[in-house]
């Protein structure tokens, strides 16, 4: 049995840094043009998700105070630290892997489980990493654009992606099953999302099209930050806080008053010597 483990251990060392620099020489395209071949069925799927996550995300915002949900969120963003760091080592991103590991003892330890985020406080924010990202800098293609019932947008990658990370989810050998873990966190995400894209909902034409925008912003900026390309935002726009307003446009500049006084003397200075010159002509005359 030790033997065997020994072999597996030899037979990681060996390949990884082979499948990696594989991956090194694979083209990759971070533009990521959406594909929606099934738009149709895709709205209805949508349609459907709305209606089942709706009654939860009024529940989650009428009757959890603000200070639970940060909690829940901050917990539920830990323990999704050990999937990254598993996908930034899968991805030759080692050191945002270092990162992410002291993201997690940082708030494990010090955060009280995870239920506060003290490393991003402290100026460490959160890695992106998952499966579906790790297949790309494999060189896997995206594939058309889906709506899975309950979880959500994804491309046919991403899809494939979550599902992979859905049963190797390392927080699953410990506190419990991984499907029980991903559902359980799909579903805090859905409802945070469902509440904070209502006024959006209420203001777009089309939800859809905004959903699906939105979706793909977010994930070409994460697709570059897997190749270390540089991206200013990796936050999509459709969980920005929609309910703070916009600050008003500043109001054009008045005009200067010595500029309209330069600019209206020398009309009065014409108008005033033209009726002397003429008078002084028919006087001669």
Known sequence: MRRARGRVRWAIAWVFPLLLGACAGVPRDTSLPVNDPNEGVN????????????????????????????????????????????????QGRLEAAAHTGMRFVSNSIFG???????????????????????????????????????????????????????????MGWFFGPNMAI??????????????????????????????????YQMRRAELREALGLPNDVIDSPALTDLDDPEPPAPPPPAPAPNATRSTSAPDANRSASAPGTRRSASASQ
Do not use: C
Not at 48 to 74: C, M, T, W, Y
Not at 116 to 141: H, K, N, Y
Not at 148 to 155: D, F, H, Q, S
């Open 182 to 215: 991903t559902a359980g966190s799909a579903g805090v995400d859905a409802v945070d999302r469902l509440g904070q894209l209502k006024m959006a909902e209420d203001a777009s034409i089309d939800f859809y099209s905004f959903i699906r925008s939105s979706y």
């Open 112 to 170: 009280l489980g995870g239920l506060f985020d003290i490393a991003s406080r402290g100026g460490m924010p959160q890695e992106s990493g998952d499966f579906g990202q790790t297949l790309f800098v494999w060189g896997v293609a995206e594939g058309p654009y889906v709506v899975r019932p309950y979880l959500g947008p994804a491309t046919l990658r991403d899809a494939v992606g979550s599902t992979v990370d859905m049963f190797s989810n390392p």
């Open 43 to 90: 709205r209805r799927v949508m349609a459907v998700n709305q209606e089942l996550l709706r009654p939860g995300s009024e529940f989650v915002k009428a009757a959890i105070p603000g200070p639970v949900h940060d909690r829940l969120h901050d917990l539920n963003s830990n323990l999704r630290e050990p999937r990254i760091f598993v996908n930034n080592v899968l």
